[in-house]
C-alpha cells in the first residue's frame, strides 16, 4: 500500500482544513486507517483511526470533538476533517495504514505511511 497525503496548509484560528489520503493498491479496504502528526522538537503523536470498514473510530482526547476521520473505500481515500483548529495543532500530518485488527494507537503498530502534510495554524 502507498500513502499520499495532502490538504495542508497555513489557517488562523478557529479554521477548518481537510487533509485526505489516497492509497494505492488492491487491499486498502482490508487495512486500519489512521492519522498522526509530529511538531517541531515532539515525538509523534496519534491523532485518530478508523477500522478497515469504517465501523469504529477512535481519537485523541486533544482533538475529540474538533476533528472527524472518514473513509470512501470505493475512492481508496482516507480523510481527516479539522475544525476549531488551535495553534497546538501546527504539525506536520501524516497518514498511516494498519493491519491490526484492534485499536493501534502507536506508530510502531502501523505499516505503512505517507509523506506527511504540513498543517500550520496561526494565533
Known amino acids: 500500500v502507498q500513502l499520499q497525503a495532502s490538504g495542508g496548509g497555513l489557517v488562523q484560528a478557529g479554521g477548518s482544513l481537510r487533509l485526505s489520503c489516497a492509497a494505492s493498491?488492491?487491499?486498502?479496504?482490508?487495512?486500519?486507517m489512521g492519522w498522526f502528526r509530529q511538531a517541531p522538537g515532539k515525538e509523534r503523536e496519534f491523532v485518530a483511526l478508523?477500522?478497515?470498514?469504517?465501523?469504529?473510530?477512535y481519537y485523541a482526547d486533544s482533538v475529540k470533538g474538533r476533528f472527524t476521520i472518514s473513509r470512501g473505500n470505493a475512492k481508496n481515500t482516507v480523510y481527516l476533517q479539522m475544525n476549531s483548529l488551535e495553534p497546538e495543532d501546527t504539525a506536520v500530518y501524516y497518514c498511516?495504514?494498519?493491519?491490526?485488527?484492534?485499536?493501534?494507537?502507536?506508530?510502531?503498530?502501523?505499516?505503512?505511511w505517507g509523506q506527511g502534510t504540513q498543517v500550520t495554524v496561526s494565533s
Open positions: 478508523i477500522s478497515w470498514n469504517g465501523g469504529s473510530t
Open positions: 493498491g488492491r487491499t486498502f479496504s482490508s487495512y486500519g
Open positions: 498511516a495504514a494498519t493491519g491490526f485488527s484492534v485499536y493501534a494507537l502507536k506508530a510502531y503498530e502501523y505499516d505503512y
